[in-house]
């Protein structure tokens, strides 16, 4: 395989590995915000706060890859 077909490969796979994880940040952002500001149980709270700290990581992980596919 010729070393642009590897390149192209690679960025096809890398397009695809983003769009999925775009689509789960999508996901628990969506599910995330509503309920964090809601009443609740400590635990509950716990729970959405952890799960909204995971949203920041995914978001800074998305951001990221974004660059590294844009830039080849």
């Given amino acids: 395989m010729a070393d642009n077909d590897f390149t192209a490969s690679n960025n096809i796979a890398a397009q695809a590995a983003l ?15 509503d309920s964090l500001y809601s009443h609740g149980s400590v635990n ?3 729970r959405r706060s952890n799960h909204m700290t995971l949203c920041v ?6 951001d990221a890859l974004e660059g590294e596919v844009a830039n080849g």
């Fill in 44 to 46: 509950e709270k716990r």
């Fill in 19 to 33: 769009n999925r994880i775009v689509s789960f940040r999508n996901q628990i952002l969506d599910d995330g915000y």
């Fill in 57 to 62: 990581m995914v978001d800074a992980l998305c």
